[in-house]
Nanobody
Framework: QVQLVESGGGLVQPGGSLKLSCTVS???????????MAWYRRAPGQQRERVAI???????DYADSVRGRFTFSKDNAKRTVYLQMNNLRPEDTAVYYC??????WGQGTQVTVSS
């Protein structure tokens, strides 16, 4: 059974940085390389927003709200994807979720940007 576990959230001041991780278990590195992986977020009282998506053979796309500040990366050997978040703003405060193939979700990790 494939499972996703996020980590790396926390409290950071505006302008700061965080790096989220999402490790996929129950799979192999070869299969992991074929997955479409994405990061989503949900802020209180708002709809879920896709932040970044990495498609197998399709490149990486970002939401306009984070483009230039957030960077998606992956380590196939570790079966882990990352979201490097720089120049964080209070409006980035949300629970961030990892997603595999638009089907499997992690439990989420809280990111709070506040002074």
């Amino acid at each position: 059974q494939v499972q996703l576990v996020e980590s790396g959230g926390g409290l950071v001041q505006p302008g700061g940085s965080l790096k989220l991780s999402c490790t996929v278990s129950g799979t192999t590195a070869s299969l992991f390389n074929l997955y479409t992986m994405a990061w989503y977020r949900r802020a209180p009282g708002q709809q879920r927003e896709r932040v970044a998506i990495d498609r197998f053979a399709g490149g990486t796309d970002y939401a306009d709200s984070v483009r230039g500040r957030f960077t998606f990366s992956k380590d196939n050997a570790k079966r882990t994807v990352y979201l490097q978040m720089n120049n964080l703003r209070p409006e980035d405060t949300a629970v961030y979720y990892c997603n595999k193939d638009d089907r499997t979700w992690g439990q989420g990790t809280q990111v709070t940007v506040s002074s």
